[in-house]
């Protein structure tokens, strides 16, 4: 690998461009917003097509310094408020004055992303639906990991499938976790292994927002992507900032506590060409047991992580990036947790260390026609871990993990393409994972080696009214004979600047493989499982499709948004594990199988409202139904039904805030979880049986008052509870021989937090 990091920052090195020759010409003004006169500060001001940029200082002021000559549109952009653009003929030697007043967007009609088409691009001009999770989701809902915050989104739904070791897993769609493709900064690098608890190790405070890309993405992001992809877009240095914060959480009025604790930190030249930001995370769970049997509900976590983002403007048109983030994390659930884990009746525990780094380079011509970007990544996992019951000597296991993806993209946009200006995108992607998975106490070990070569393409014809787009993938899998085509096609159609229609195709697939969280131990017998894959497996494959209506609308100072979508997946050759039997060694031998399908269907509505920047709420409802094609028996204790485990036929979410005055903020927040159909496996009980759970609200509130204490310095004070009526499941399994994946609804119990954050 260090061969393979070499080789690419050699070839970077070679592509860099000779300085630029300096005009003397220059661009200042300041930004204001147009409601209320007020100067905006920490604003990003840049020339579209380069690199030059800068922020707004503390009182709304900005300079743009040495602009070559030409033709340059400068653009505004923030969080809250609508993209505004000029257009400047700059001359050397000259200074130009250009003010900005920016109108209120509360309801992200104009906000960036970058999922939908693997290059930047408006929410409004989209050709497929992609819904953003901002920071302040995240502050709202005290979130400080990146799975706690996606569930205030229409289709998404996170859940804990395990008592003792607390693995999460988000659905989307109706569909399970191993559907969704996880995504750092565009790059498919979660593993098998990294998605089991991976998106709840990775702390809030490494991120400027998260992409929700629901339906088929395997055309641009390959395997995995059949429910919808997930895109965590890490922090990017843009102003000299700094912050530190602390929040202590008593979890169900107890003493068990969860102390967390984020700082933040970023660097920017005077010139804007270097930037780095920083963030760390310490994090401090004790274990929870909710019905006093000695056993865990929730498990212990004690973790630290640590990492970067920064960039290099290597010229006017080109930039290298590079950003790293190092993860410890320790957790132990079951009984007696203080003894070593073979000493006691059940034990999950695993300790992690994580290393994941990326670079890219960016590079764009003059005439902002050409872009070209390559990249890198790479994550290493090394994970003990002990998972067994009965005082089992031979449940301690060692799994490393090692995942790599490189590749180049270069995007062309012409004036006109047949019958309309169009973005032509083309790529190529090669992706290796390394896995080896040794109990030695069993004996049992799992080596495989997954490697992809991907190349890909895609047309889009876009103006203001209308977006047509048409592509495709070719992935050459290892595990699999034949090259796998993943076509994609995209219909977006504007009556009015406010009203976004569209309808979208697309074909998803999941290639087989040996390891994921099925590996768990079945707690209620005790026995290691391991999977293998049947000799005529088959890949899964998927077909969706959607429409949806995006309408906005403004009253004076309120503002408005709808958003109704239908959707429909068919899966095929769906994978299932049946039961071999018990070896010589005593492992549960498991095989993945295909069986006929599963279709999903089902609408999405959301509605947002906001009154200026005082009063802002948020809701949405998914309305669905998941089953499989033909009815399947988990347990000959339980009548086939071709109904799918854990989705329920609705569920939604709300958030609303409420600022009284600039200093204060009032939140609001909840999640709905209707009734589901649920495994409960003999063990406490008798038989195996199908359960029906109760449908669960989950509401929460949180107050934060900031103080100015020095000019530039402020100081947050906030609190609040989650889960405020105490809707928490009250029939858990009881004893060693419980069910430890028996369990549904929300994840705390009632839940008391204060916080305090300092801010430069």
Known sequence: MKRIFSALVAALCMMLPAGAQETDAHIHGHVVDRNTGEHLPYIVVMLKGTTIGVSTDHTGHYMLRNIPEGTFTVEVSAIGYKTRTQEVNIRKGRAYEVNFMLEEDHVQIDGVIVSATRSETTRRM?????????????????????????????????????????????????????????????????????????????????????????????????????????????????????SISHTTTLIGGSSAL?????????????????????????????????????????SRISGQTIGFRGYIKTGLYSKVTAEYHHLEEFRR????????????????????????????????????????????????????????????????????????????QYIHKADNCLFMPADLTVGLEYNEDYLRDNMWGYDRVTDQTVRIVSAYAQNEWKNDQWGILIGGRLDKHNLIKKVIFSPRAN?????????????????GFRAPQAFDEDLHIDNVGGTVSMIRLADDLRVEKSQSISVSADIYHSWGDWQGNLLLEGFFTDLNDVFALKELGINEEGILIKERHNESGARVAGANIEGKIAWRDVLQVQAGATFQKSEYKEARSWSDDVAPTRKMFRTPDVHGYITASYNPMKQLTLALTGTYTGSMLLEHHAGMIEQNESV???????????AAYDFKVYKTFSLQLNGGVQNIFNSFQNDFDSGADRDSGYIYGPTLPRTFFFGIKLIY
């Not at 569909?175 to 991976?198: C, E, H, K």
């Not at 960016?362 to 067994?388: A, C, M, P, V």
Request: aromatic fraction near 8%.
């Open 126 to 242: 989209s050709p497929t639906l992609v819904n953003v999770v901002g920071m302040d989701v995240y502050n709202r809902t005290n979130s400080t990991t990146v799975a706690q915050g996606l569930s205030f989104q229409p289709g998404v739904r996170v859940e804990n499938n395990c008592q003792n070791c607390g693995f999460q897993q988000v659905r989307i769609n109706g569909l399970d976790g191993q559907y969704t493709q996880i995504l750092i900064d565009s790059r498919p690098i979660f593993s098998a292994l990294a998605g089991v608890y991976g998106i709840e190790q990775l702390p809030a405070n490494m991120v400027d927002r998260v992409e929700v890309m629901r339906g088929g993405g395997s055309a641009l992001f390959g395997s995995s992507a059949i429910a919808g992809t997930i895109n965590i877009i890490t922090k990017e240095p843009v102003r000299n900032s700094a």
């Open 258 to 298: 969860h102390n967390t604790t984020d700082i933040n930190a970023s660097i920017v030249s005077e010139d804007n060409k270097l930037g780095l930001a920083i963030f760390g995370q310490n994090t401090a769970k004790d274990e929870w047991d909710a019905n006093g049997d000695g056993f865990t509900e929730l």
């Open 333 to 408: 659930g079951g009984d007696n947790l203080d003894l070593p884990p073979h000493e006691v009746m059940i034990a999950e525990q695993t300790k992690h260390g994580i290393n994941t780094g990326g670079l890219k380079f960016d590079w764009f011509s003059k005439d902002q026609k050409h872009r070209l970007n390559t990249f890198t990544s790479i994550q290493h996992i090394d994970r003990e871990s002990y998972y067994g019951a009965g005082m089992d000597p031979n449940a301690y296991g060692q799994t490393g993990d090692l995942t790599w993806v490189g590749g180049a």
């Open 491 to 507: 219909l977006r159609y504007n009556p009015t600047e406010n009203i976004n229609l569209r309808a979208s195709y697309s074909y």
């Open 692 to 702: 029906v759970t109760p449908d669960f609200l989950d509401m929460g509130f949180k």
